[in-house]
């Protein structure tokens, strides 16, 4: 596909949900930011697809290093298998499919306007790497195959919420099921400062999983802004040695860990998500 230049690309879009807009990074040639109803969804760099700008893809960059080895999924034997709940304009998929040969990712996104558009100007590689699928998260996810994906990303946000119907108990037990053998369950949860949500998200996930972890920047923790929170969730013990937590430590935005006791001193009482 010949790629699109600055020209062509810049500009808003009418799309299924609203309006999508596409600006010129200026820290860098063709690099692009894509806002969806003027909230920034998603970070392009065409120039370097395993270029991550958001720091909440950057730290789930580590659990693909450590956690599923370039040598063993190597695209031959054996290929990785990633779902993404909430495509946006598909950086997480750009980045797997830069870094695993012969990956096969499906990419699920509600708006089917804003597929074609992120599909058209994005150099997203074609089925069978990356197939995007247009349809609704809370409904793809329970008819999927039993032990099908590897990896199952959730980042869907409808403004600057997650709807409620892929947070609960049943939906976490849907991905469980998804998942095959060791695969991991990663989700960007957005959250206010009292961090009620994200409480609540850690509550559902330890109902289901054997294994619970969390990143975010220090200040996300203790409580002082509005931010993100990365959730890690597997039946199977995660790679969270020291190396792990290096790579984190030493990200250009550095963020912290959070495993085990840790996880269940941040519950702190709450809920599970059900109904």
Known sequence: MARSDAATIIGQYEIDTG????????????????????????????????????????WMEPVFDFGYPRE????????????HLGGGGCSMARWVAASYDNARQVVVELDAKLAELVRTHFEIPRSPLVRLRVGDAGQVLPGLSDHSRDVIIRDVFAGNTTPREL?????????????????????????????????????????????????ADPPMFKGRRYGNIVFLASDQPLPLGAAFERNLRTAPLPAQLVSGTGVERFIAGAAPITG
């Open 72 to 83: 063993l999924f190597d695209g031959r034997q054996r290929k990785l298998r990633v779902l």
């Open 19 to 58: 309006l999508a807009e596409i600006e010129a990074d200026p820290y860098g040639a063709g690099r692009y930011i894509l806002k969806v109803n003027g909230v920034s969804s998603s970070h392009i760099d065409l120039n370097d697809p395993s270029f991550l700008d958001f720091e909440y893809m950057r």
């Open 167 to 215: 947070t609960t108990v049943d939906y976490a037990r849907h991905a469980q099921r998804v998942l095959d053998v060791g695969g991991t369950y990663l989700i960007n949860c957005g959250d206010t400062a009292d961090l009620a949500g994200a409480r609540a998200e850690a509550a559902t996930l330890s109902s289901v999983f054997g294994h619970v972890a969390m990143i």
